[in-house]
């Protein structure tokens, strides 16, 4: 009998283990970019403006669904309080879950998982377009949620990762400028999109764009460098942060006025400082911590955090004030998203240029103050200025220009302080400020509205406003030189 006949090897059943051996690599590893892309003298600026995709389709989302409330409860029979929970499950989803992927991003892959990111959100949005009740769209939100966190943990360790070390600062001013642009386009994106096609067409406009951005991203994403050290996630900890930031959040919910009774608020908060305590001790004994505390002690992250805290607080207090008082007004939906439109226009435009325009000398740390500076300023106009839509836009594009410039530089300083190996927590650190700073911020100028009702409102919100921006100034005067 021949050879061929009776081969000796391999065995009859190493095809199929081969094969799943091939499929599990292609599904756990990240590939690299094609030689002609990585040695393109563009080749940063093509992994940066692949993460531009998910940080538009991110602020595009937080700022288009709220136009879909209306439909929602008409649809479904629901209450406002019910709707709510269409972006409230989201964006609690979404803070908890920021640092966690960053620490296991570090570990397995930034690329692998922030093109992971693309794919769950993707799939959620289609299924959030098809949702049939409003329960199915809450829980098709978290999932989303969690693919937006797979993101947005990464999008500024891939941004840091991929710019030349004289480019950071421009590569994140990119970024942001995506940021400002889906910001800009929501309200009349999906205002369009409402009046027309209806509201599930607000989610499966992001379909489209996450498979182009998934492709793209494969062939123009780098892959991770260096990796931390370790594989295990302390669960714990996970467990701890995420009680923590969704108790807050629904504090400041309830405290602005979501529905619950208002001792519901003081209780949520004991149990957020609650489990926040016991997440730091946690962290500080931990061997394999999902925050490393040494690094929040030093004189650039803990206020750099802190800084874009404040800073993403006063970029969406207004998103919620405008539109109070233009409709307390009488101003139509067109004119108010006009007026909105100049704080992410004055944002995007300063965040891209200033990189030009500012001095080449100063360091991110000044850049960090005059931005600070420009802020208080049109929080100083918003608040002596009566909000009529013929007023608005000057402090609101002057806080805008403020922003643009802040921001990158900002979060330039905070990436710089954080080692590349955990490139990928840092960047969960910096967008869990942006969604506690969103949270706080809609929540503190609802409140404000609130117990001073009437003109005095929005004065009183801005100057609330005005406050927080007074802390961040503070924060870049207390940075050690050389920054």
Same mark, same amino acid.
């Given at each position: 009998?021949?050879?061929?006949?009776?081969?000796?090897?391999?065995?009859?059943? =190493?095809?199929?283990?081969?094969?799943?051996?091939?499929?599990?690599?292609?599904?756990?590893?990240?590939?690299?970019?094609?030689?002609?892309?990585?040695?393109?003298?563009?080749?940063?600026?093509?992994?940066?403006?692949?993460?531009?995709?998910?940080?538009?389709?991110?602020?595009?989302?937080?700022?288009?669904?709220?136009?879909?409330?209306?439909?929602?409860?008409?649809?479904?029979?629901?209450?406002?309080?019910?709707?709510?929970?269409?972006?409230?499950?989201?964006?609690?989803?979404? @803070?908890?879950?920021?640092?966690?992927?960053?620490?296991?991003?570090?570990?397995?892959?930034?690329?692998?998982?922030?093109?992971?990111?693309?794919?769950?959100?993707?799939?959620?949005?289609?299924?959030?377009?098809?949702?049939?009740?409003?329960?199915?769209?809450?829980?098709?939100?978290?999932?989303?949620?969690?693919?937006?966190?797979?993101?947005?943990?990464?999008?500024?360790?891939?941004?840091?990762?991929?710019?030349?070390?004289?480019?950071?600062?421009?590569?994140?001013?990119?970024?942001?400028?995506?940021?400002?642009?889906?910001?800009?386009?929501?309200?009349?994106?999906?205002?369009?999109?409402?009046?027309?096609?209806?509201?599930?067409?607000?989610?499966? @406009?992001?379909?489209?764009?996450?498979?182009?951005?998934?492709?793209?991203?494969?062939?123009?994403?780098?892959?991770?460098?260096?990796?931390?050290?370790?594989?295990?996630?302390?669960?714990?900890?996970?467990?701890?942060?995420?009680?923590?930031?969704?108790?807050?959040?629904?504090?400041?919910?309830?405290?602005?006025?979501?529905?619950?009774?208002?001792?519901?608020?003081?209780?949520?908060?004991?149990?957020? @400082? /609650?489990?926040?305590?016991?997440?730091?001790?946690?962290?500080?004994?931990? /061997?394999?911590?999902?925050?490393?505390?040494?690094?929040?002690?030093?004189?650039?992250?803990?206020?750099?955090?802190?800084?874009?805290?404040?800073?993403?607080?006063?970029?969406?207090?207004?998103?919620?004030?405008?539109?109070?008082?233009?409709?307390?007004?009488?101003?139509?939906?067109?004119?108010?998203?006009?007026?909105?439109?100049?704080?992410?226009?004055?944002? =995007?435009?300063? /965040?891209?240029?200033?990189?030009?325009?500012?001095?080449?000398?100063?360091?991110? &740390?000044?850049?960090? &103050?005059?931005?600070?500076?420009?802020?208080?300023?049109?929080?100083?106009?918003?608040?002596?200025?009566?909000?009529?839509?013929?007023?608005?836009?000057?402090?609101?594009?002057?806080?805008?220009?403020?922003?643009?410039?802040?921001?990158?530089?900002?979060?330039?300083?905070?990436?710089?302080?954080?080692?590349?190996?955990?490139?990928?927590?840092?960047?969960?650190?910096?967008?869990?400020?942006?969604?506690?700073?969103?949270?706080?911020?809609?929540?503190?100028?609802?409140? =404000?509205?609130?117990?001073?009702?009437?003109?005095?409102?929005?004065?009183?919100?801005?100057?609330?406003?005005?406050?927080?921006?007074?802390?961040?100034?503070?924060?870049?005067?207390?940075?050690?030189?050389?920054?």
């Amino acid at each position: 009998m021949s050879v061929r006949e009776h081969p000796a090897a391999p065995p009859p059943q =190493a095809p199929p283990t081969a094969t799943g051996g091939r499929l599990r690599t292609l599904l756990t590893t990240e590939r690299a970019r094609p030689e002609a892309v990585r040695r393109h003298p563009w080749a940063w600026r093509l992994a940066v403006g692949t993460v531009c995709f998910g940080a538009f389709m991110g602020q595009l989302d937080a700022s288009i669904v709220t136009l879909t409330y209306q439909p929602l409860r008409t649809e479904f029979h629901s209450t406002p309080a019910g709707v709510e929970w269409v972006s409230l499950a989201y964006l609690l989803t979404l @803070v908890a879950f920021l640092v966690p992927v960053g620490r296991i991003s570090d570990v397995r892959g930034r690329k692998l998982m922030y093109l992971y990111g693309f794919a769950v959100f993707t799939a959620a949005s289609a299924a959030c377009g098809l949702a049939p009740g409003l329960a199915a769209l809450v829980v098709f939100r978290v999932v989303q949620a969690v693919g937006a966190a797979m993101m947005q943990a990464n999008s500024v360790a891939l941004v840091t990762t991929s710019a030349p070390p004289g480019k950071m600062r421009a590569a994140l001013g990119i970024q942001a400028a995506g940021q400002a642009v889906g910001l800009a386009l929501g309200p009349t994106v999906g205002g369009a999109l409402v009046s027309t096609l209806g509201w599930r067409w607000v989610f499966g @406009v992001n379909v489209p764009i996450g498979l182009f951005a998934l492709v793209a991203g494969h062939y123009l994403l780098p892959r991770t460098r260096k990796c931390a050290a370790g594989s295990r996630i302390d669960g714990l900890g996970v467990l701890l942060l995420g009680g923590s930031t969704t108790a807050g959040l629904l504090a400041l919910s309830v405290a602005s006025g979501l529905g619950p009774p208002a001792w519901t608020a003081l209780l949520l908060a004991t149990a957020a @400082v /609650a489990a926040g305590w016991a997440f730091l001790r946690r962290q500080a004994r931990c /061997a394999r911590p999902l925050v490393d505390l040494a690094l929040l002690r030093t004189q650039r992250l803990g206020p750099g955090l802190l800084a874009g805290l404040c800073g993403y607080l006063v970029l969406f207090g207004p998103l919620v004030l405008v539109p109070v008082e233009l409709a307390r007004r009488g101003g139509a939906p067109l004119t108010t998203g006009l007026v909105l439109t100049a704080l992410p226009l004055g944002f =995007a435009l300063a /965040a891209t240029t200033a990189e030009r325009l500012l001095p080449a000398g100063w360091s991110d &740390r000044l850049r960090s &103050r005059f931005g600070v500076l420009g802020c208080l300023a049109a929080l100083a106009l918003l608040a002596a200025l009566p909000p009529t839509a013929a007023l608005l836009p000057l402090p609101l594009g002057l806080l805008g220009l403020s922003l643009g410039v802040f921001v990158p530089a900002n979060n330039a300083l905070v990436m710089r302080a954080i080692p590349t190996s955990s490139a990928g927590t840092g960047g969960g650190m910096v967008n869990l400020t942006r969604g506690l700073g969103t949270a706080v911020g809609v929540a503190a100028v609802t409140l =404000a509205m609130h117990l001073v009702p009437g003109d005095a409102g929005a004065a009183t919100a801005a100057l609330t406003m005005l406050a927080f921006a007074a802390v961040a100034l503070l924060t870049t005067l207390g940075r050690g030189p050389g920054e």
